[in-house]
């Protein structure tokens, strides 16, 4: 009878809830068709209907081609098949086991029993199955003294290779340990010398390096003490790296995929369109052979060097009034008449080309970047120290992120420069132009730091100059008219904030004399331009003349008081002047009340122009220039005035 056929029965697999959650739904859809964008309504629609078509296809020729009994047939020989194999693998394993229990019979009789087959054991008598070994065959003298002589050489050939590949372990072994030395000594130095050392999330074993400026340390010099900053995300992110060691020992700085390459803010001064200077860099371009303190520094001015131009790509789209425009990838703004600024990002291969070109002084782009940088430094800690302090309250509307005031402090400069040096430059033509008809006239500076607010405790210089950066500017000098009795304030005020939006000029009167045409005037007066602060300027200037000339008038006839023994009404009629916001005096006569004699002055760019008309009808014109200051044969202002009414 045939040994019954065991077969395992599995149940029915039920269904596994996780593999129909929707995570997992997604993940599936995600490895076959991609990202949901490239699924769509068509798409799907199309795959259905070619699904169907290729399923109906599929089921007629299973159906064509399908016999019953021919597959029933198949099945069965298949089944016979297993069968015969199984009882085949059966058999033999049968056999060997008989065979060894009958082997073992001969020593341990009960042990065999329990496994030979009842078929054997009533045919054969147990223990008549024995083995035994046989003996070797004899070897001569010369045989065993070659064996022993190749056993020694292999001996001695494993001894030398044992050597050997100690000897190299130890080699290796010393190398490494250099070349640890060497990572961890660059580690130590870097730590020591302020740059935080970390993990790298993710990796366990893998050490890691923060150079950016993430509210933590941002390092200007690493020899001075750190200080706290906090950036932009985008950039803050970018801030870490891994260090990897190299195979000769050295650690190389690893930054992700997102690393493109170190770059640079470049800064060039451009003369009627071309490129004459160029901003420097000591970062050198070889990076063979950096240490890993010099990397970190190239890294962190790099990374700094980018978020510093992206935050003058959002500060600019509020700077177009103010003559600041986009031109490829650079940032231009107009420096002076026929000069501009041009700021863009570039790599660091790109400075050779610099320093070829660069033949002029590079003072301004240096200055300019140097300014942003230490704009952008001083942002930082502002945004840090509003961190740092209580929230305020929650809004639905979000807070905006600000906006660093980077390229607006460096406009106000310029602007401010070019306000003070017009102011100047009329100063300077109107006391050129007085001094030629030996009038005085002075101009002081005075100090204008009251509009920065009082330090508090012990501050740095850089605190000092970013405080002179970001502050309104202000200029005031002291002026002194001809008559030295009139006494002036000029301030210059420039800032882009309200409520001035620019530059501001104002004039304001200190002193002054009561019978001046000056006094009648508005004590402080504001002009948007420095053509208008010129002319309201001259014309105090020659009201001041009018009221020296009325002085001397009165001095005089104060003095023919006392020489003269009898004066007539006539002689004693003095100049006046018909109106106090007029340079012109009139002397009129008691008999008619007719105009006799009138004086007119006026002061512009030009120069200081007399006009005298007399009783008879004639009249006379003369201008003292500032180009004659120097000149031997200019002439006095009352020398003129008494050749002109003598006429």
């Known amino acids: 009878m045939a040994d019954p056929l065991s077969l395992s029965l599995r149940a029915w697999p039920s269904s596994d809830k996780r593999i129909e959650s929707l995570p997992h739904l997604i993940a599936r859809i995600n490895e076959q068709k991609g990202s949901f964008r490239n699924v769509t309504e068509a798409s799907l629609e199309e795959e259905i209907r070619a699904a169907e078509a290729g399923e109906a296809q599929a089921t007629d020729d299973a159906e064509e081609g399908q016999n019953p009994k021919a597959k029933e047939d198949e099945l069965l020989r298949a089944r016979e098949q297993i069968i015969q194999e199984v009882g085949a693998a059966y058999a033999a394993s049968s056999y060997a086991l008989d065979f060894i229990s009958l082997l073992l019979s001969k020593y341990d009789s009960k042990a065999a029993e329990a496994t030979i087959s009842p078929h054997v054991k009533g045919a054969v008598p147990l223990g008549s199955l024995g083995a035994e070994r046989m003996q070797e065959p004899s070897r001569s003298e010369a045989q065993e003294h070659t064996e022993e002589l190749v056993g020694l050489e292999w001996r001695l050939q494993s001894l030398t290779r044992s050597a050997d590949s100690l000897l190299s372990s130890a080699s290796r072994l010393q190398q490494e340990m250099e070349h640890e030395t060497a990572y961890w000594q660059e580690i130590l130095s870097a ?91 000591n970062t050198t371009t ?27 790509g959002r500060e600019i789209r509020n700077l177009i009034n103010h003559g600041v425009r986009v031109v490829g990838s650079a940032i231009r703004f107009p420096l002076e008449e026929h000069s501009e600024v041009e700021i863009d990002l570039v790599p660091l291969d790109d400075e050779r080309q610099d320093q070829a070109q660069n033949q002029s002084d590079s003072t301004i782009p240096d200055l300019v970047a140097m300014a942003l940088r230490i704009l952008l430094s001083h942002g930082h800690r502002e945004t840090h120290r509003r961190r740092t302090q209580p929230p305020t309250p929650l809004s639905e509307t979000p807070t905006p992120r600000r906006v660093y005031p980077l390229l607006r402090p460096i406009l106000e400069i310029k602007q401010h420069d070019s306000a003070v040096k017009a102011a100047k430059a009329t100063l300077n033509v109107l006391k050129q132009t007085l001094s030629s008809a030996s009038f005085s006239f002075s101009a002081s500076e005075l100090p204008s730091s009251s509009l920065l607010p009082p330090p508090q405790g012990k501050t740095s210089t850089l605190h000092t100059l970013t405080s002179r950066l970001t502050h309104p500017h202000h200029f005031t000098t002291e002026l002194r008219l001809p008559s030295n009795r009139t006494t002036l304030n000029l301030s210059i005020y420039t800032t882009f904030s309200p409520p001035t939006f620019g530059t501001s000029f104002s004039l304001s009167t200190v002193a002054a004399p009561t019978d001046s045409g000056v006094a009648s005037m508005p004590q402080t007066l504001s002009f948007p331009t420095a053509e208008k602060l010129s002319t309201h300027l001259f014309s105090l200037t020659a009201l001041d003349i ?16 006392d020489t003269a023994t009898e004066t007539s009404a006539a002689a004693r009629q003095g100049w006046t002047q018909p109106s106090p916001y007029q340079a012109r005096l009139v002397r009129k006569s008691l008999e008619n009340g007719r105009q006799k004699e009138s004086i007119s002055i006026t002061v512009d760019g030009q120069g200081l122009h007399l006009q005298c008309t007399t009783g008879e009808g004639k009249s006379g014109e003369y201008t003292w220039r500032a180009e004659s200051e120097g000149d031997e044969e200019r002439r006095d202002f009352f020398d003129v005035l008494e050749e002109r009414l003598s006429l």
């Not at 890993?292 to 935050?311: G, I, K, M, P, V």
């Open 286 to 312: 070889d990076t063979t052979e950096l240490p890993l303190t010099e990397q970190l520094s190239r890294a962190r001015n790099s990374l700094f060097d980018e978020e510093l131009f992206h935050e003058l």
């Open 191 to 281: 730590k020591e010398k302020g740059w935080s050392v970390c993990r790298i999330p993710g990796e366990a074993h893998t050490l890691g390096v923060r150079f950016g400026f993430a509210e933590g340390t941002y390092i200007e010099d690493p020899s001075e003490s750190a200080a706290d900053f906090a950036a932009h995300p985008e950039f803050r992110d970018r801030g870490l790296a891994a260090l990897r060691g190299s195979s000769d020992g050295c650690i190389r700085l690893d930054r992700g995929p997102r690393w493109k390459g170190d770059k640079r803010l470049r800064v060039r001064l451009l003369e009627s369109g071309e490129r004459i200077s160029a901003s420097g860099s």
């Open 546 to 561: 009018c009221s020296l000339l009325l002085l001397q008038e009165k001095e005089d006839s104060e003095e023919s008081e």
